[in-house]
């Protein structure tokens, strides 16, 4: 599967983005999917995923209360809804899709991860 992710921008502290993924080809809604991000510096890091079916989500604390992780089989597409910006959530944001581990699996460990997007960069002002 291929990834394709958009929505990306300058944004100042308080303010909101929505970022996509698109994938490639008929067999979407047999992935697991996850954002991950990695600002200049450092590791990447886990922000969040979603399971297959019945959107199962794992957050990351950091992100908690203000992403929101969807998806949408029917378009092949996940989304990433992000409010209240802060300035530490300026990285490059990837989106990522894993197979294994039923309907409900979702991972946090990148590794599990076999295809990723390209990446959008996400800034925010402060």
């Known amino acids: 599967v291929q990834l394709q992710a958009s929505g990306g921008g300058l944004v100042q502290a308080g303010g909101s983005l929505r970022l996509s993924c698109a994938a490639s080809g008929r067999t979407f809604d047999t992935y697991f999917m996850g954002w991950f991000r990695q600002a200049d510096g450092k590791e990447r890091e886990f922000v969040v995923a979603i399971s297959r079916r019945d959107g199962i989500t794992n957050y990351a604390d950091s992100v908690k209360g203000r992403f929101t992780i969807s998806r949408d089989n029917s378009k092949n597409t996940v989304y990433l809804g992000m409010n209240t910006l802060k300035p530490e959530d300026t990285a490059v944001y990837y989106c990522?899709?894993?197979?294994?581990?039923?309907?409900?699996?979702?991972?946090?460990?990148?590794?599990?991860?076999?295809?990723w997007g390209q990446g959008t960069q996400v800034t925010v002002s402060s």
């Open positions: 990522a899709a894993g197979q294994g581990g039923g309907y409900y699996y979702t991972s946090r460990r990148s590794n599990d991860y076999y295809y």
